[in-house]
């Protein structure tokens, strides 16, 4: 396996992760509520994409007795449960809540720490990407 068939599924969640934090963090730094707005969906749209990564990516576990084998699929399903806390954070920003604070920083330390492991699903080895060969055309 190389790391060219882990490419889609390991590094576009993980810079959809940075631009997220990146927009929630000078959102709040230059009080512009649309950067924080379009952070919180960038890290939605983020989650979807690992989701549609984990449904649909064709991964496939090589050694099912090792603990390190799951490390991308667990990694996807960990992004779409930050992503309802993403949801979560922006439905209290919209309605001003009194917690919102709370659970933006919880939020982003989630994704943080869902960043980091994207690196370590990255480069694992036990995984590899189904592919289907294709058909030959009929003439």
């Known amino acids: 396996m190389t790391n060219a068939q882990l490419y889609l599924p390991t590094v576009l969640p993980q810079w959809g992760i940075f631009a997220g934090i990146i927009l929630i963090t000078v959102g709040y730094v230059d009080k512009k509520s649309l950067w924080t707005r379009l952070g919180w969906i960038v890290l939605i749209a983020t989650s979807l994409t690992a989701l549609y990564f984990n449904i ?36 209290m920003l919209q ?45």
């Open 56 to 91: 649909f990516g064709g991964l496939e576990i090589l050694a099912e007795t090792n603990a390190m084998a799951l490390p991308i699929i667990s990694t996807g399903w960990q992004t779409a449960a930050g992503g309802i806390l993403a949801v979560a954070s922006l439905l």
């Open 95 to 139: 309605f001003k809540r009194k917690r919102y604070a709370l659970l933006a920083v919880l939020t982003l330390l989630y994704f943080t720490l869902t960043f980091f492991l994207y690196l370590q699903a990255s480069e694992s080895k036990e995984i590899k990407i189904n592919t289907v060969a294709p058909t030959e055309q009929k003439q």
